[in-house]
């Protein structure tokens, strides 16, 4: 059985420590938020047994991780996600200036999407970073995303529609070349790196003991915030003895309650993917959209040049200042042009979008003056009436005393 066998982060995190710049304020909540994408790949297991394994400390679990480079793998995943929000399902677009439902229900923007809320069950494999398969499995259907070299396919099986976009295709267009979404499919290692990034000597890293994750003996590495008022109570990451690969990720609200987030396989095999599980051919009859077609339909609409405009008025972004340090740090944000909320039924919001807004909303008030947070079970966010954006892992009293803060 392994030790609780601390280490400061500062310390602990070694050939790591090199990401923590943008990491110190983000990662507390993008891990998270790694929310739309990653943290949808990345699945969760069941633990089983206590193996006994020979003593290890927390630098050298985590020396271990950062030394792990398995190219190949397969295996059964599972995602359970609970962050307090409503289905992100088809409202992926909404929130995009100009944007509309997506073209195909085969596109991987709306699918990955799902992945932010719920259980799921999954089917990856990766040969390398030119090959993953990604298999999001329903009740009586199935909906796979497979990269393979140029080409990435994604299939809807229950509306049989097939999306496909080669790298450069977009050039043309005047869009930057599609590639596979980064971390598709993704592992438990991808969200334990972030975790570490962030660590400094606000963290506090320990080996607890160790389980058995997809028939695996495991080290459970546990890494907390010595800070109150962070939304996030711990990161548990199950490290498989052997390979040094993170098996299990389990995010804990400090709010107590379900894991936010837990994910990991439930069977896993580093063995050779069969070649064949990065061959696609569109089934007989399945409606193919082209990306670039979209891309040019879209452009015809006046969609692309209505969020091209709106992006470029990021110019007056007068970039963010970080309020607090460590799992308490604060972005405050200035929105460009100083605008806040639409009011209700202004239209500028889709309908389904201001739901979706008003459902995490509260009132707040205080020497900034008035505005709206926004809550999950992790990030908060606080859009001040004048236009002032204040984020982070913390809870709505922390945002309102880091607005006042600022004032």
């Known amino acids: ?32 938020g790694v929310a739309a994408a990653t943290i949808g790949l990345v699945p969760a297991l069941a633990d ?21 480079d398995e190219q190949q793998l397969s295996g059964t995943v599972k995602v359970s996600t609970d962050l307090g929000i409503p289905s992100l399902g088809g409202l992926a677009g909404s929130f995009a200036p100009g944007a509309g439902p997506a073209d195909s229900s ?11 809320s719920g259980t799921h069950t999954l089917r990856v494999a990766v040969d390398g970073p030119e090959k993953q398969r990604l298999s999001i499995l329903g ?28 790298s450069g295709g977009n050039e043309r267009a005047g869009g930057k070349a599609d590639k596979a979404p980064k971390g598709v499919p993704g592992t438990p290692k991808e969200l334990a790196e972030e975790a570490l990034a962030a660590a400094d000597d606000t963290t506090s890293v320990t080996v607890d003991g160790t389980a058995q994750v997809a028939g695996r003996d495991a080290y459970k590495l546990v ?35 379900k894991a936010a987030v837990d994910a990991g396989f439930t069977q896993v095999d580093f063995a050779k993917p069969d070649a064949s599980s990065f061959s696609f051919t569109p089934p007989k009859g399945a409606k193919v959209t082209e990306a670039d077609e979209m891309q040019a339909e879209a452009e015809k609409k006046g969609a692309a040049d209505k969020a091209r405009k ?18 308490n740090a604060v972005a405050e944000i200035d929105v460009p042009g100083g605008a806040g909320l639409p009011a209700t039924g202004s239209g500028d919001v889709p309908a389904q979008a201001q739901q979706f807004l008003d459902a995490l909303g509260d009132k707040v008030t205080g ?41």
């Not at 009740?139 to 396919?153: A, C, I, K, T």
């Not at 809550?375 to 001040?384: D, E, M, Q, Y």
């Open 106 to 116: 085969a596109a991987p923007e709306s699918k990955l999407m799902d992945l932010a």
């Open 367 to 407: 020497d900034f003056g008035s505005g709206t947070v926004f809550k999950t079970r992790l990030v908060n966010a606080l859009l001040t009436d004048d236009g002032k954006v204040y984020v982070g892992a913390v809870t709505k009293d922390a945002l309102v005393k880091a607005a006042d803060a600022a004032k």
């Open 310 to 327: 709106d992006l470029g008025a990021l110019e007056d972004f007068q970039g963010l200042n970080v309020i607090g340090k460590g799992w």
């Open 223 to 257: 890494i907390k915030p010595k800070q109150s008022g962070s939304t996030i109570g711990s990161v548990t990451v199950a490290v498989d003895a052997s390979t040094g690969v993170p098996l299990k990720f389990t995010l804990a609200p400090s709010s107590g309650g």
């Open 139 to 166: 009740e009586g259907s199935e909906y796979s995303l497979v990269h393979n070299g140029d080409d990435v396919w994604g299939y809807d099986s229950a509306s049989d529609e097939v999306y496909h976009a080669e």
């Open 48 to 68: 089983s047994g206590d193996p006994d394994l020979p003593d290890v400390t927390a630098q050298e679990l985590i020396e271990k991780i950062a030394a792990s």
């Open 1 to 32: 059985m392994a030790p609780n066998d601390s280490a400061e982060t500062n310390e602990a995190t070694g050939t790591v420590v090199g990401r923590r710049k943008a990491a110190r304020y983000i990662v507390p909540f993008a891990v998270a």
